[in-house]
């Protein structure tokens, strides 16, 4: 920091940004003091006190160990999705597959494969992974953090979940993740208003479903088995009302041993399930 820094921490404060937000916004706006940059640099805090996402306004944010890009095309990666990648890797790890293919549903940003390609690397284990998104926007925003943390056993598909995926695919992936939109309409008329910054299409479930927000989940787990190997895991987040609703549908599904894992906070999130 600057001799400056302490009257525009002092500034922004006044404004009505918390003084970390305010030591942050300096920091990634004006590294080095750079007096040029302080017209971006109040823009930056002024969309913060409208409202917008600290990580859609500084534009980048830690996952595990990924620094990830992030904008209003994705969604802002949560910390429950975080268990997520440690549940999958340890379903990995006890599989002993020696070069595993995954694919990742509804990558969003990338944070979910990108990270488990990642960490696997540092265990020097060499994974291969299909990142899929319905939206393009996505896959541009996932390839550029594949790109910038040197990640490149990816392909990136546009697809409606399994529709578009190759057919010589099937029964190859050792390990299917999924975070999919599991909030229902009516949940999301209801919910924060910090959620209409992300996009619509990776929240809101497709409503064709008895139980609120359980469309997308019930494609994904009663598909995944015909991609799987014959040892393969499917590990998926849902809503910490859906466990019932996901545990009936792997059974139907076929999957030969399944069970519902609580995050840390306590509630019913992640769905793992072997073939
Ligand atoms: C909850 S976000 C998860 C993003 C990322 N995996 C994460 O955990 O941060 C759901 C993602 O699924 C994608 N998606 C929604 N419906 C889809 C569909 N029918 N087929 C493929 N992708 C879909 C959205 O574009 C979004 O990127």
Redesign the pocket.
């Known amino acids: 920091m600057t001799a400056a820094n302490p009257y525009l921490v002092d500034e922004l404060i006044a404004a009505g940004l918390p003084r970390r937000e305010a030591r942050w916004l300096i920091e990634e706006f004006m590294p080095g003091g750079d007096h040029d940059a302080i017209a971006a640099l109040r823009a930056a805090t002024q969309r913060r006190l409208d409202g917008e996402p600290l990580q859609y306004v500084i534009g980048h944010w830690p996952f595990r160990s990924l620094d990830l890009d992030l904008d209003h095309r ?5 910390p429950e ?1 975080e268990e ?1 990648v440690e549940v999958a890797i340890d379903e990995l790890a006890t599989s002993r597959v020696v070069a595993p293919m995954i694919l ?10 990108l990270s488990i390609l990642f960490e696997l690397r540092t265990r020097g284990v060499g994974a291969t992974l299909v990142a ?4 393009s926007d ?1 896959l541009d925003v996932a390839r550029r953090n594949a790109l910038k943390h040197h990640l490149h056993a990816v392909s990136f598909v546009a ?3 399994f ?1 578009d995926l190759d057919d010589s695919l099937r029964g190859r992936f050792d390990l299917v993740v ?5 909030v229902s309409a009516d949940e999301m008329a209801s919910a924060d208003a910090v959620l209409d910054y992300e ?1 619509r ?3 809101v479930a ?1 409503d064709a479903s008895d139980v609120p927000g359980f469309a ?1 989940l019930a ?1 994904i787990i009663s598909a995944a088995p015909q991609w799987l190997t014959p040892e393969g895991v499917l590990v998926v ?1 849902h809503g910490y009302l859906q466990r019932d609703a996901v545990l009936c549908a792997a059974a139907r599904a076929g999957f030969e041993s399944f069970q519902d894992r609580d995050d840390l906070a306590g509630h019913p999130r992640v769905l793992v399930a072997r073939r």
């Open positions: 994705v969604l802002i990666p949560r999705t997520l990742d549903l509804g990558c969003g940003s990338g944070a979910i494969g899929l998104d319905r939206s996505a697809s409606t979940w529709d999924a975070n999919p939109p599991y996009p299409a990776a929240l497709n997308d494609v987040e």
